[in-house]
């Protein structure tokens, strides 16, 4: 095989076979991941730049399939992409997460945010609207206490719909977030459009802050446009204090990211309260 290897002809390959049967185990399990409760929520707190306070949290998903090491979400969110699958493992994160935010209310901790991603494929369903209205009623979850991320190329395609929905989601009184803003196609016509209340500077940007001359005019821009169109700041990923006193400098609201707290089971999080940063 090896000798073969060289000549570039040979398409079958062990090593894309173990990756296409992984695959397939991987789809078979997922499709029970709920009902054997392998998915898991973590918690990363966001914090307010302006008082240091704990402002709320980003939901995000792990799975651990029983007798295997856990697996992120950049593995297995695309397999619920393509399968399906994102639709019941959406509703049960949003449901979740509405249920920790209630519980983490009536344990007397100070109201937290959640912010819950949802994925472009979630956001294309018909019912999203009403799947949101159940959840934030059988959970007894404020609408305003959630926040739901979403990509700017679910904006970009099928603009009209995405307007509707943006807009259902919006007058039910829910926060509207733009994750990973900057990275993907951006028509800055399309912020006017949609109902948006915040951006979140993408990781990618925030890495090189303040000593890479590009990243620190991304952000200083992307913040600059955001205020200018009274829409708050979301910077994720900061990793150190120069990062936090760059995006302070820039009157940014909100910081996320391994200077403060990685991703969290709930039970810490009342913990992280205690800690002022
Ligand atoms: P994202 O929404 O951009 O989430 C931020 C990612 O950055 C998270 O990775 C988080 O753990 C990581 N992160 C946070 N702070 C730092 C930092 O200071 N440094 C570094 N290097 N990384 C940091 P994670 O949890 O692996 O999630 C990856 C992506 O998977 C998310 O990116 C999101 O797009 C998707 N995802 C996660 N949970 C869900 C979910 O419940 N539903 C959907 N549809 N997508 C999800
Ligand atoms: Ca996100
Ligand atoms: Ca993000
Ligand atoms: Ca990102």
């Not at 603009?159 to 951006?186: K, N």
Request: hydrophobic share 45%; glycine share 8%.
């Amino acid at each position: 095989a090896k000798a073969l290897g060289r000549c570039n002809y040979q398409y079958y390959s062990p090593e894309m076979n173990a990756r296409t049967l992984d695959r397939l185990t991987l789809e078979n399990a997922l499709r029970h991941a709920i009902e054997r409760h392998e998915l898991v929520m973590l918690y990363q707190p966001q914090y307010d730049l302006r008082t240091g306070a704990m402002a709320g949290v980003e939901a995000l998903l792990r799975w651990r399939p029983h007798g295997r090491d856990m697996i992120g979400p950049d593995v297995f969110i695309p397999i619920a992409e393509e399968t399906g699958l994102i639709v019941p493992i959406g509703e049960w994160v949003l449901r979740t997460a509405c249920a920790q935010q209630v519980a983490w209310r009536q344990a007397g901790l100070p109201a937290l945010r959640m912010a819950v991603n949802l994925s472009a494929r979630q956001f294309r369903m018909s019912g999203l609207t009403a799947m949101v209205a159940q959840a934030l009623h059988d959970t007894g979850c404020e609408a305003g206490d959630v926040e739901l991320e979403i990509t700017e190329s679910v904006l970009m395609e099928r603009a009209d719909t995405a307007e509707e929905t943006l807009q259902h989601l919006s007058g039910m009184g829910v926060r509207l977030a733009i994750d990973d803003f900057g990275t993907g196609y951006s028509s800055l016509a399309y912020l006017k459009r949609f109902p948006i209340d915040v951006l979140k500077i993408d990781r990618s940007f925030i890495c090189g802050i303040p000593g890479d001359a590009n990243d620190a005019a991304i952000a200083t821009a992307v913040a600059a446009l955001a205020h200018s169109m009274q829409l708050s700041v979301v910077a994720e990923g900061v990793e150190t204090d120069e990062q936090r006193n760059f995006l302070m400098s820039l009157r940014c609201e909100y910081a996320q990211g391994y200077l403060y707290s990685k991703p969290v089971p709930a039970g810490a999080i009342a913990a992280l309260l205690g800690t002022m940063q």
